[in-house]
């Protein structure tokens, strides 16, 4: 991949990589305190924020079925926990019966793939919008639901904020500011993987891999009800603890949601699908296997992920 290693290995000379500072944890933080991470584009926890919304009880496997179990939902294949993806096509995804997905993680099988659904507008009430990102332009939420041990590959959107927001179970986040980039041996960019890094940093292998022994990931633990603020531009790989379940929104605002919206436009001009920020592509041969499908119109003032699997969702 001798065009982006050359552009790093520029990069490499040219800075010294400094580590982030640690995350810090606010309680319910004004937006105006927000804003000056948001601005700063530094990570930050946000505790009690969802104390009191109903999502926090409502979301339990045995009420997610009652609602939901036959609606047609996506899914990101998994092989030994952690999600497939390919250079060539990408993090391809599939369509399965929520409820039977549901039926698996409750007898403990390893459901081999992870339910990364595009936003269900039943939930509205449960998880309302959230204040820090409500007047963004561009805006779409993602519903998370995986077995203990599910992992994602290491990657990071452009352009895009994220809030994720934990209601079940624990999840671990690894994380590198964006000045980590060039040791951490990203696919190339006219892959299907741009956004995505080759290193693995729960399973180094730094005989592949050299560079990325000068990084330490931020390691953050996200309980039921934490929150966390994801600037654009930053490392993640995410493993599930437990049976986890969460919901995040990412967005973009200003000149990003043009920047954006322009990048899914070429995108699909280009066949490409919305994988625009590095999550899910869909695969144009495999459309829903069921009729009803979970990603419908988006209710105002919330995005759901688009009609063909969406962005990512
Ligand atoms: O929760 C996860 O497992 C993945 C989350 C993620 O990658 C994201 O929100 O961008």
Sequence with gaps: MPGRDLFDGLLRAVRRYRPPPPIPRLV????????????????????GLVDDWPGLTNWSLPRLRARFADRTV?????????????????VLHESVRFG??????????EPEAYLAAGWLPELDDDAPPLEYCRGAPWQISRFWLGAPQTSTLLHREM???????QLGGR??????????????????????????????PEQPDYERFPLSRALQPLEVILQPGDALYLPSRWWHQVRSLDVSISFNVWWAAGIHSVVVRAVE????????????YGHVMTTPSAPPTAPVRLDTQPPAGRC??????GFSG
């Design 28 to 47: 319910r933080p004004s937006i105006e305190r927000f804003e000056a991470f948001h601005q700063a584009s530094l990570p930050l926890r946000l505790d």
């Design 74 to 90: 996506s899914v990101i294949p998994t092989k030994q926990g952690r999600t497939k993806g390919d250079a060539r096509t990408g």
């Design 100 to 109: 039977d997905y549901i039926d698996l993680l409750e007898r403990g099988v």
């Design 159 to 165: 352009f895009v904020e994220n809030f994720f927001v």
């Design 171 to 200: 999840k671990r986040f690894y994380l590198y500011s964006p000045a980590a980039t060039p040791w951490l041996y990203s696919y190339p960019l006219r892959s299907a993987l741009p956004n995505y890094s080759r290193f693995d």
């Design 265 to 276: 436009f070429a995108r699909r001009v280009r066949r490409l699908g919305d994988d625009t």
């Design 304 to 309: 759901a992920a688009s009609e063909d699997g």
